[in-house]
């Protein structure tokens, strides 16, 4: 019988997809809760025919260069900016991510960051607790009201417009968006409008980041366009932390040239504790749990076992990322 394929897997995924990699193929599993070194992973995956990996682990023309069996990446996540997919398309390796099962989780993430700045929660909780609270404040912890408001989506994607529904279906909101593509459904579905992003800046009382990182988006939220948002507005990101200049926003939020943002991602990963963007009561920091629920976590790890033993045997990955490579994939 056939020696069954061999499988690293960087850390520990939700039960089901281990098990359905462990049945089909030969799979070891990073036991510890911090990523492998990029020593250890070099070594681990020398003599692997698959790789799943997290957006933790940077998988370049190098790393892959090690590993002359590699047939298919499998991605635990819907962003690959972690990978080099060049540099897999050229040695003939498919690479797989995890899209749409995250989508409503994330857009939920987004609007939660929303709610809680908008709102100043983590502001109010904290002052709460720490006996702050003297008497019910008629001018104290005032934020923002959601309803017929205005929100701006960069990048009207799965993502972008399942957080651009629950904004106009739920707060009866105005929906601009900026993105290269223009997203007829959204526009048909939520009256959406495409807008220039000096325009929606301008306009929008919110404003959510859905983009993914590459090097045109890399620090496009810069102290530029931060001025250029209305001083009531309420900046979120769900997407990636190097989208933003950290220091720009900070230096937003202290001056008051914004009102306050929400982070589920940030750059690095995790952030500092003593980071100056922890000091800010108008910056709420979530430690990138978009898609951090039950059911979204055992999703993505069946789209991801399903990538994984669909790459080593050869056959159609669930949700391939570089379709280009086939015709020239590794047997
Ligand atoms: C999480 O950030 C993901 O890309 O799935």
């Not at 897997?9 to 070194?37: F, H, N, Y």
């Not at 698959?50 to 635990?76: C, Y």
């Not at 993430?109 to 609270?133: H, N, P």
Request: proline share 5%; aromatic share 6%; net charge neutral.
């Amino acid at each position: 019988m056939a020696a069954k394929p061999r499988v690293f897997v960087t850390r520990r995924i939700p039960e089901l997809g281990l098990q359905k990699i462990g049945a089909a193929c030969a799979m070891e599993v990073w036991p510890d809760q911090l990523p492998p070194s990029a020593d250890i992973l070099r070594e681990k995956i020398k003599t692997c025919d698959g790789l799943v990996s997290l957006l933790t682990d940077r998988i370049d023309g190098p790393l892959l260069d090690v590993a002359p069996k590699l047939k298919v990446v499998s991605n635990f996540a819907v962003g690959f900016n972690n990978i080099d997919i060049p540099a897999a398309t050229d040695r003939g390796i498919a690479v797989g991510n995890t899209p749409g099962v995250l989508t409503d989780a994330t857009a939920d993430m987004a609007m939660v960051l929303l709610m809680t700045a908008a709102r100043r929660i983590v502001e109010g909780v904290e002052d709460a607790k720490a006996g702050r609270w003297k008497t019910w404040e008629p001018c104290g912890w005032l934020g923002q009201d959601l309803a017929n408001r205005t929100v701006g989506i960069i990048g009207m994607g799965r993502i972008g417009s399942a957080f651009a529904r629950r904004c106009r279906f739920g707060w009866n909101m105005k929906v601009l968006y900026a993105d290269v593509y223009q997203n007829a459904t959204a526009e048909k579905e939520l009256g959406a409008t495409k807008v220039e992003i000096d325009t929606l800046l301008k306009e929008s009382d919110f404003v959510s980041v859905h983009t993914d990182l590459n090097a045109q988006t890399k620090g496009m939220f810069n102290a530029e366009l931060f001025k250029k948002m209305k001083k009531t507005a309420v900046f979120i990101n769900t997407a990636r932390g190097p989208l933003v200049d950290q220091g720009a926003l900070a230096d937003a939020l202290r001056k008051g040239t914004i009102f306050a943002a929400g982070l589920d991602v940030t750059d690095p990963e995790p952030l500092p504790t003593d980071h100056e963007l922890y000091k800010l009561s108008n910056c709420v920091i979530a430690p990138h749990v978009a898609s951090a629920t039950v059911q979204t976590r055992d999703e993505m790890a069946r789209i991801c076992a399903e990538n994984v033993i669909a790459g080593v045997t050869g056959g159609k990955l669930t949700a391939p990322v570089n379709p280009e490579v086939e015709g020239k994939r590794r047997k």
